[in-house]
C-alpha cells in the first residue's frame, strides 16, 4: 500500500475537530444530568411494590438496556416525528436518546446500592418518625448516591463515547466533523487515530479516578 503518513493535514485544521469535541462534551454533560436524576426516580419505581409503578419501569430498564444504543438513537431521530407529530432540534434529540439509554444502567446501579443500604439505618428513619419522602431524601439517597459513584462515573464515559453515534444522524459532533476532515484531506488514518487521541484525553483520567475511588473504597471498607 503506497500511503505516507501525514498528521499535520489534520493538525493545520484542528479547529473543527474542537467545535466537535464542544458538542460532543454538551450533550454528554446533559445526558449525565438526565441520567443522574431520571435514574434514581426509574430506580425508585423499580423498587416499588406497587405493580402498576414496578413493571413499565422494569420495561424501560430492560429496553434501553438490552437493545443497541445505534438503534436507540436512529428510532428517536426518524421514529419519534413520524409517530408522535414532535420535530426537535438535533442536539436535544441526540440528548434524549443518549439520557434515557444513561438512565436505564444508572437505575440499575441505584437499585444495587438502595438495596444495599442496612435495614437499621431505615428503621432508625422510622423511630425518628421521618415521612417515606425524608428517608429516601436524607438517608436513602445520601448512601446510594455515595456508592453508587464510581459506577455513574463509568457510565458517564460510557455515554461520552456513545455520544460518537449520534453522527450517523447528522450532529455536528467529534466523530461527524472528523468524518468530514477524513473526506477533505483523505486522511482518514491520521484524522480518526487524532479523534480517538481526544477520547482517550477526557475518559482515561475519568477512568483513573474511578479506579483510584475504588481502591480508597476498598481500603477503607477493611
Same mark, same amino acid.
Given at each position: 500500500?503506497d ?8 493538525t ?13 462534551v454538551?450533550?454528554?454533560?446533559a445526558?449525565?444530568l438526565?441520567?443522574?436524576?431520571a435514574?434514581?426516580?426509574v430506580?425508585?419505581l423499580v423498587l416499588?411494590r ?26 428517536f ?5 413520524m409517530l408522535?407529530?414532535?420535530f426537535?432540534?438535533?442536539? #436535544?434529540?441526540? &440528548?434524549l +436518546? /443518549?439520557?434515557l439509554n444513561?438512565t436505564? %444502567?444508572n437505575?440499575e446501579?441505584?437499585?444495587a446500592?438502595i ?7 431505615r428503621?432508625a428513619g ?6 417515606p419522602?425524608q ?10 448516591l455515595?456508592a453508587?459513584?464510581?459506577v ?6 460510557g455515554?461520552?463515547?456513545?455520544s460518537?453515534?449520534?453522527?450517523i444522524?447528522?450532529v455536528?459532533?467529534?466523530?461527524y466533523?472528523g468524518?468530514l476532515?477524513?473526506t477533505?484531506t483523505?486522511r482518514?488514518?491520521? #484524522?480518526?487515530? &487524532?479523534? +480517538? /487521541?481526544?477520547y482517550?484525553?477526557i475518559? %482515561? ?11 480508597r473504597?476498598?481500603?477503607a471498607?477493611?
Amino acid at each position: 500500500m503506497d500511503y505516507s503518513l501525514d498528521i499535520g493535514a489534520v493538525t493545520r485544521n484542528l479547529g473543527p475537530l474542537f467545535e466537535g469535541l464542544l458538542v460532543t462534551v454538551e450533550l454528554t454533560v446533559a445526558a449525565n444530568l438526565i441520567g443522574i436524576v431520571a435514574g434514581f426516580g426509574v430506580a425508585l419505581l423499580v423498587l416499588a411494590r406497587n405493580p402498576v409503578l414496578r413493571l413499565p419501569a422494569m420495561l424501560f430498564v430492560e429496553f434501553f438496556r438490552c437493545t443497541p444504543a445505534i438503534v436507540q438513537v436512529v428510532w428517536f431521530f426518524y421514529c419519534v416525528p413520524m409517530l408522535f407529530n414532535v420535530f426537535l432540534d438535533p442536539i #436535544t434529540m441526540g &440528548v434524549l +436518546a /443518549l439520557g434515557l439509554n444513561l438512565t436505564a %444502567f444508572n437505575a440499575e446501579a441505584y437499585r444495587a446500592n438502595i438495596q444495599a443500604v442496612p435495614g437499621e439505618h431505615r428503621d432508625a428513619g422510622i423511630a425518628l418518625g421521618l415521612s417515606p419522602a425524608q428517608r429516601v431524601l436524607h438517608i436513602i439517597l445520601p448512601q446510594a448516591l455515595r456508592a453508587s459513584v464510581p459506577v455513574l462515573l463509568t457510565n458517564g464515559i460510557g455515554t461520552f463515547q456513545q455520544s460518537a453515534l449520534v453522527a450517523i444522524v447528522g450532529v455536528q459532533d467529534l466523530m461527524y466533523q472528523g468524518k468530514l476532515l477524513a473526506t477533505e484531506t483523505y486522511r482518514p488514518i491520521e #484524522t480518526f487515530t &487524532v479523534v +480517538a /487521541l481526544f477520547y482517550l484525553a477526557i475518559s %482515561f483520567p475519568v477512568s483513573q479516578f474511578v479506579g483510584w475511588m475504588e481502591r480508597r473504597r476498598g481500603i477503607a471498607a477493611r
